[in-house]
């Protein structure tokens, strides 16, 4: 039988060994990867049949990718893992095209029946957030046009130019609180690229306080 191809992506090195050890009895893991586009370039070098990233990651996160890797690679199956739990972001990443959305703390059995089910051509979210996320997904997408002051704050600071280090620097947050936010502002607007989010903020005049 022959076992499918898979390309880990997450920055902390050990959480991603132990991934592969995870995954080593069952599927042949090709390339692990510690950021957005040297996934992005794995992908094209290695042809895999899955891809089990993070959702935060440097330089291109996670939905980023999926959204990239569904124009260049669509075939490619990407399961997502993350320590988010809010709906809204696994609703935008299953619509942007992933195949999965895991809690990174809901155990190893929930990684491994989302890779088998991506391979099955299914899409699985975590059991404590699949039914928030059905319903979700089951409305028609209406954009609510409300930013918290933190996403607004957030969201204008991505429109004057800076990256997502930049904003997090000038803001004390960590990086990944940064791109948490960021994303739920885009769901809650309705826009799925980083290009979009940046014209409406500077169409809108969003920005800091």
Same mark, same amino acid.
Do not use: W
């Given at each position: 039988?022959?076992?499918? =191809?898979?390309?880990?992506?997450?920055?902390?090195?050990?959480?991603?060994?132990?991934?592969?050890?995870?995954?080593?009895?069952?599927?042949?893991?090709?390339?692990?990867?510690?950021? @957005?586009?040297?996934?992005?370039?794995?992908?094209?070098?290695?042809?895999?049949?899955?891809?089990?990233?993070?959702?935060?990651? #440097?330089?291109?996160? @996670? +939905?980023?990718?999926?959204?990239? $890797?569904?124009?260049?690679?669509?075939?490619?199956?990407?399961?997502?893992?993350?320590?988010?739990?809010?709906?809204?972001?696994?609703?935008?990443?299953? =619509?942007?095209?992933?195949?999965? !959305?895991?809690?990174?703390?809901?155990?190893?059995?929930?990684?491994?029946?989302?890779?088998?089910?991506? $391979?099955?051509?299914?899409?699985?979210?975590?059991?404590?957030?699949?039914?928030?996320?059905?319903?979700?997904?089951?409305?028609? =997408?209406?954009?609510?046009?409300?930013?918290? #002051?933190?996403?607004?704050?957030?969201?204008?600071?991505?429109?004057?130019?800076?990256?997502?280090?930049?904003?997090? @620097?000038?803001?004390? $947050?960590?990086?990944?609180?940064?791109?948490?936010?960021? !994303?739920?502002?885009?769901? =809650?607007?309705?826009?799925?690229?980083?290009?979009?989010? +940046?014209? !409406?903020?500077?169409?809108? @005049?969003?920005?800091?306080?």
């Amino acid at each position: 039988m022959t076992r499918a =191809r898979v390309i880990l992506a997450d920055d902390h090195q050990l959480f991603a060994e132990g991934l592969k050890a995870l995954l080593a009895d069952e599927h042949e893991v090709v390339a692990i990867v510690g950021d @957005g586009p040297s996934l992005l370039e794995a992908v094209r070098d290695l042809s895999p049949d899955v891809v089990v990233a993070d959702v935060s990651m #440097p330089e291109l996160n @996670g +939905i980023e990718c999926v959204r990239k $890797l569904r124009e260049s690679a669509p075939d490619v199956k990407v399961v997502l893992l993350t320590m988010h739990e809010e709906a809204d972001l696994a609703a935008a990443a299953v =619509r942007a095209g992933a195949a999965g !959305y895991i809690l990174k703390h809901g155990g190893a059995t929930d990684v491994l029946d989302a890779v088998r089910r991506a $391979l099955e051509g299914e899409v699985m979210v975590s059991p404590s957030l699949a039914r928030e996320v059905d319903a979700l997904l089951a409305k028609r =997408r209406l954009p609510t046009r409300e930013l918290t #002051p933190r996403q607004a704050e957030i969201v204008g600071l991505f429109a004057q130019g800076l990256l997502a280090k930049e904003v997090a @620097g000038r803001l004390n $947050l960590s990086r990944r609180t940064v791109e948490f936010h960021k !994303y739920q502002a885009m769901e =809650r607007l309705g826009i799925e690229s980083s290009a979009e989010l +940046i014209a !409406y903020a500077l169409k809108h @005049g969003i920005g800091p306080v």
